[in-house]
């Protein structure tokens, strides 16, 4: 009788490890139901990554424009126009220069990777980011930020 019921538990055991995977078909519903939910949270979360990179040219923006105060303020004048943002990192003659303004160059390009466009003119300065298709105007992501 020992015997009949060791046959049994080997013939359960057997069986048990032949169900123990996943079928194909099992599989296919899941990558299915995995490929709904990406195609629904997909384009959000880029949606979010866009907006973040706004928001970062916006704070860059506002801190650039407050560097380029320090440095008014200890020259007496704006950085120049033919020099640019960069003599906030590196002293372009003016006397009473007492930089760098900026902890490291990556501050003077934005987001998309495009240097800041700094203008100058009588009244005061202007910082631009064209966004991010690069070109003037736009609306949404490929808007201009500027500042001050």
């Known amino acids: 009788m020992a015997r009949n019921e060791d046959r ?30 990406a195609t629904l949270v997909g384009p959000r979360v880029l949606g979010y990554i866009g907006t973040a990179k ?12 407050n560097a380029v105060e320090l440095y008014y303020l ?11 943002l960069a003599a906030l990192m590196t ?29 100058v003119s009588p009244g005061g300065f202007r910082i631009v980011s064209l966004g991010r298709d690069g070109a003037p105007g736009g609306t949404g992501e490929d808007a201009d930020i500027s500042g001050p």
């Open 8 to 37: 049994t538990a080997e013939a359960l055991s057997r069986d048990d490890r032949a169900d123990a995977g996943f079928t194909l078909v099992e599989l296919l519903v899941v990558l299915a139901i995995i490929a709904m939910i």
């Open 54 to 65: 706004a928001d970062t040219a916006r704070t860059q923006v506002h801190n650039l424009a």
């Open 74 to 84: 200890d020259t007496g004048a704006y950085p120049q126009a033919d020099k640019g």
């Open 91 to 119: 002293n372009d003659g003016s006397p009473g220069w007492n930089g760098p303004y900026l902890k490291n160059q990556s501050g003077l390009t934005d987001p998309w990777g495009r240097p800041y466009a700094y203008e």
